[in-house]
């Protein structure tokens, strides 16, 4: 099993910026992708970003430019790093590692933190 703890939401007036970090602990071997989801009230959760263990990143067309993911292997952690941030933000976000294991895809969540950008 992977744990992935995620620390960093909270209330932001539009503008500003806000840090995300998840570390993940446990059998951690083999993890492929890591990334951050996120879910508003009332909205499906979605991906906003996704590093891979090669560093290869992918983002949401409306966090491109403002939001940034980065990897630590060596620690085990993914961070996101959001800038410009707008009251469109406002929704839990959760982290989620992802591997396959003989031809199962395996994914892991964390237990989300909210983050809220309110004037």
């Known amino acids: 099993q992977v744990q992935l703890v995620e620390s960093g939401g909270g209330l932001v007036q539009p503008g500003g910026s806000l840090r995300l970090s998840c570390a993940a602990s446990?059998?951690?071997?083999?993890?492929?992708?890591m990334g951050w989801y996120r879910q508003a009230p009332g909205k499906q959760r979605e991906l906003v970003a996704a590093?891979?263990?090669?560093?290869?990143?992918n983002y949401v067309d409306s966090v491109k430019g403002r939001f940034t993911i980065s990897r630590d292997n060596a620690k085990n952690t993914v961070s996101l790093q959001m800038n410009s941030l707008k009251p469109e933000d406002t929704a839990v976000y959760f982290c989620?590692?992802?591997?396959?294991?003989?031809?199962?895809?395996?994914?892991?969540w964390g237990q989300g933190t909210q983050v809220t950008v309110s004037s």
């Open positions: 446990g059998s951690i071997f083999n993890i492929n992708t």
């Open positions: 590093v891979t263990s090669a560093g290869s990143t």
């Open positions: 989620n590692a992802f591997r396959s294991i003989a031809g199962t895809r395996l994914y892991y």
